[in-house]
């Protein structure tokens, strides 16, 4: 009875007192499992604690990550968008045939007036794209190009584009400028020419109604007249031209894609 002891229970109403003779290796056995098990949870809450606190760390590195790459982006698109407006406004002043050291007489008369060497600059580069003919005046299928590489009797001589439209599509002025004519004429039927500065002009025949008059002011993307097949012409469409210092140039070469 040595290795064992006794646990007696002692109830508190009249039932028996019960009597447990308990081996010391259970005891001890089960005094071990407790103290294991208390351990091992110890552990766990420890290590779970650590690796709740691992995982908010990562959901906010993450949210960072996810804002700096939203913002690097940013700054990508926005680092494009100035090589673009640098390149365009070189291409600018090819078509236009300008150096960046040349000024024209009413530049240097808003010289005079601007304050800033940067806002002399921007003033013209803000003219010179108002100047160039890039806005499509109608968007349809190109059914004719510009050549003016064969003899002007030859049935593919031809001194503009002409872009297939329904009849009664707005038409729209490809740059700034005045208009110098408006009216009829016996090739082009109702044509609307516009001087845009810096030696560029542009035309458009073929129209059906015209909705502007000569000397006035129009605003690039400003309707100026409505598709039709006027003139010599086979179907409706627009025929448009672009000239600079009087001599025809490509209309595709200004026109922005």
């Known amino acids: 009875m040595k290795d064992k002891f006794s646990v007696i229970i002692v109830p508190h109403d009249e039932r028996k007192t019960r009597t447990y003779r308990i081996p010391y290796r259970v005891f001890y056995a089960v005094i071990a499992f407790a103290a294991v098990s208390i351990i091992a949870m110890a552990v766990f809450a420890a290590t779970y604690g650590k690796l709740l606190f691992k995982a908010r760390e990562i959901i906010v590195l993450q ?12 700054l ?9 407006i640098s390149k365009l406004s070189k291409e600018v002043r090819t078509m236009l ?4 050291g040349e000024k024209t007489a009413a530049g240097e008369r808003q010289s005079r007036i601007l304050a800033t060497p940067e806002d002399k600059l921007q003033d013209e580069k803000d003219r010179m794209l108002r100047a ?7 968007r349809g299928f ?7 590489d064969v003899e002007e009797s030859s049935p593919d001589y031809h001194q503009g584009i ?5 009849r009664g599509e707005p038409v729209r002025a490809a740059a700034s400028g005045y208009v110098i004519d408006a009216g009829w004429d016996e090739i082009y039927g109702y044509f609307v020419s516009i001087d845009h500065g810096y030696g560029i002009k542009s035309l458009y025949g073929h129209n059906e109604r015209i909705v502007v008059k000569e000397e006035e002011k129009v605003e690039r993307g400003q309707t100026i007249a409505y598709s039709g097949n006027s003139g010599r012409s ?3 469409h627009l025929h448009f031209e672009v000239s600079k210092n009087n001599l025809k140039v490509n209309p595709l070469k200004y026109l922005l894609k």
């Open 63 to 74: 949210d960072q990550v996810e804002k700096l790459t939203r913002r690097n982006e940013n």
């Open 76 to 84: 990508k698109e926005i680092v494009g968008n100035i090589d673009k």
């Open 97 to 100: 045939g300008v150096e960046s």
């Open 132 to 138: 160039v003919p890039s806005f499509w005046p109608v």
């Open 142 to 148: 190109l059914t004719k190009k510009f050549n003016v």
């Open 162 to 166: 002409d872009i297939a439209v329904q």
């Open 234 to 236: 086979s179907a409706p």
